[in-house]
Each structure stands twice: as structure tokens, then as C-alpha cells.
């Protein structure tokens, strides 16, 4: 990474982190939640669902196991405040859709707006206990204003044919997912199913996919499981081509983790 300029705090279990960059490239599934301020830059953020460019002054909203990827298009620099938090007092106070997949929320709230451009002017200095209080009341409020929120605006508008093909390869992983073999499952034409969901979501039916199937590697790995063990319940035929493929996406080996 080419680092600019980071500096961090935590308090009560949230972590503060505001950053310059000139290059980023991020491939991510971590086992926190994340609130993103995204202040400038060029980049464009891909999850599993979607791929957006990203606006200036953007909110995103990323819960923990979640694949996201970040890139930076031009050589322009990425600046972006980040808020991390795990499980617990603090989440019960969103609502339960924002658990669940990632969002981006532009056209901010001017309160909203204001609140994080107050948090990044105090982590622009050296932060002291008084400017820790005042970062977490912030958050607080954030929370508050995100607790207020009818959902239901953020959903993806995808038509019935794009929402069943992600219902049925999300339960199914293991199973055969090719594009001809979905076609005949849910009853569309190969090119129908091909073409519309790569236009609703921004990523081709493959891809989507294959970023869901290692993406449970990645979890199933975070939970002590052997990589020798888990490639068939991600719907891989062989290790060579399960193996292939993770490091290809994540840029490191499958390992079992240490507990």
C-alpha cells in the first residue's frame, strides 16, 4: 500500500482509523462490521451482489463475512474514514437488514454529513482522551440516525428472475451452478438468465458465483477447518482448481487458522 498518511484510535470497542493512499488494491472478509466514509478519490467498490464507482462523500456500510474489494483506478489519492465494531450492545441498535449486506448510501443527510467531517478533522491531529469521547458520541449519533432508517429504500430493485438465481445459489454451493444447469433449474434461458443478471448486479453469473463459493472457503477456514477438507462443500470438483482459484481472489494460500 502506498500509505500517505493513517491515524487511529479506539475507544469503548470501536475503532477509529482515518487514511491517505495513492494505491489501493483490498480484497476483504473480515469478522468486525464497518461503517466506510468515502471522502475522495476514483475507486470503485465490488462485492459479491454488486459492483458501484464510487461518488465522493459516500457512506458504506460493510457487516462482518462479508467479500468486499476495493480499487483504485487512476493514480489519484483514495482518503476514506473508517468505523469498526464487533457483534454486540452496539449492533442491536441497527436495523437487522444492514446486517446483512453491504450499502451504499450517497447524498448524504447534511447531520450525517456533518458528523463525519467532524470526526475526520479530529484525527487529522493527535488525538487525546477528550477527542476520543467526542469520536464516540459521533458514532453514537450515527448509529441513532441509521436505527431511524426505512430499509426498504436501500433494496436492490433486481426483477424476480436475478432474485431467485441469488436465493438458489446461496443455499445450493455445493451444488452444480453452471449457467446451462441454473437455466434448468429455475426455468430461463441461458442468455435470458446470463444477460440480465450481469446487468442488474454488474457482474457477470460466474463471477457472482465464484466470489460466493470462496467466500465460504474464507469462512469456513477463519473457523479452523482444513483447506483439504472444505473445497466440496464450496462446490469445487478437485483441490488443484479450489486452490487455483482462492489465491487468485484473495492473493494468499487457503490455510487453517489457530484458535
Do not use: W
Amino acid at each position: 500500500m502506498g500509505e500517505l498518511l493513517e491515524t487511529k484510535t479506539s475507544i469503548f470497542g470501536v475503532n477509529f482509523l482515518y487514511s491517505e493512499r495513492n494505491e489501493i488494491t483490498e480484497r476483504e472478509i473480515h469478522n468486525y462490521h464497518e461503517f466506510l466514509f468515502y471522502i475522495d478519490g476514483n475507486a470503485t467498490f465490488r462485492t459479491e451482489n454488486f459492483r458501484k464507482k464510487l461518488k465522493q462523500s459516500t457512506l458504506i456500510f460493510i457487516p462482518k463475512g462479508k467479500f468486499h474489494l476495493f480499487t483504485l483506478e487512476n493514480p489519484k489519492k483514495f482518503f476514506s474514514l473508517k468505523f469498526s465494531f464487533s457483534e454486540g450492545e452496539i449492533t442491536k441498535n441497527l436495523p437487522t437488514e444492514f446486517l446483512l449486506d453491504a450499502k451504499l448510501i450517497s447524498n448524504l443527510d447534511p447531520l450525517i454529513l456533518s458528523l463525519l467531517e467532524d470526526c475526520v478533522t479530529l484525527l487529522k491531529k493527535e488525538v487525546d482522551d477528550t477527542d476520543r469521547l467526542r469520536l464516540y458520541g459521533n458514532f453514537i449519533s450515527l448509529i441513532s440516525t441509521f436505527s431511524k432508517i426505512d430499509c426498504a429504500v436501500y433494496r436492490k430493485n433486481y426483477s424476480p428472475a436475478v432474485l431467485e438465481c441469488i436465493e438458489y445459489v446461496e443455499k445450493n454451493l455445493s451444488e452444480d451452478l453452471t449457467i446451462s444447469n441454473l437455466s434448468k433449474v429455475l426455468g430461463f434461458s441461458t442468455s435470458t438468465l446470463s444477460h440480465t443478471f450481469k446487468t442488474q448486479t454488474g457482474i457477470s453469473l460466474h463471477g457472482y458465483v465464484c466470489q460466493k463459493r470462496l467466500s465460504l472457503a474464507k469462512m469456513l477456514l477463519d473457523k479452523g477447518e482444513k483447506p483439504t477438507e472444505i473445497y466440496t462443500k464450496c462446490g469445487y470438483k478437485d483441490y488443484s482448481s479450489f486452490y487455483k482459484a482462492y489465491v487468485k481472489e484473495f492473493s494468499t494460500k487457503p490455510r487453517q487458522q489457530k484458535h
